[in-house]
């Protein structure tokens, strides 16, 4: 997870799609703009896609795609965007706001399947 500079909320790394690319495009893109690490498309593998409101914005709704990342090269660190990088269980530490699709539908379908805690 990810915490960007003036932000409130951690969220997953990725962002927007930009015109042309496919999503996962877009998120090998931002891997490298955010963490500064290097992933293939075929080392993704889709997830699910989930739909709720923007942390801190919950006047919106929004689709996020997750995906799986079996592979990368590099060590996860903050770029200039981003002040602060976590590695979570649903144990979250006290007073640590995690965006609301992660904290209450992609973390729980994680602890089901038996990949965190």
Aim: aromatic share 12%; no cysteine.
């Amino acid at each position: 997870m990810e915490k960007s500079k003036g932000k409130h909320f951690f969220i997953a790394p990725g962002g927007s799609i930009e015109s042309g690319e496919t999503a996962p495009q877009a998120l090998v893109r931002e891997l490298k703009e955010e963490f500064d690490i290097d992933v293939k498309q075929e080392d993704l593998e889709e997830f699910g896609t989930f739909y709720d409101r923007a942390a801190g914005q919950e006047h919106l709704t929004f689709r996020e795609d997750v995906f799986w990342v079996r592979k990368w090269e590099g060590e996860p660190r903050p770029s200039s965007e981003v002040e602060k990088i976590a590695w979570l269980t649903t144990d979250i530490p006290e007073g640590m706001k995690v965006g609301s699709t992660f904290e209450f539908q992609v973390m729980p379908k994680l602890k089901d399947l038996g990949v965190i805690d």
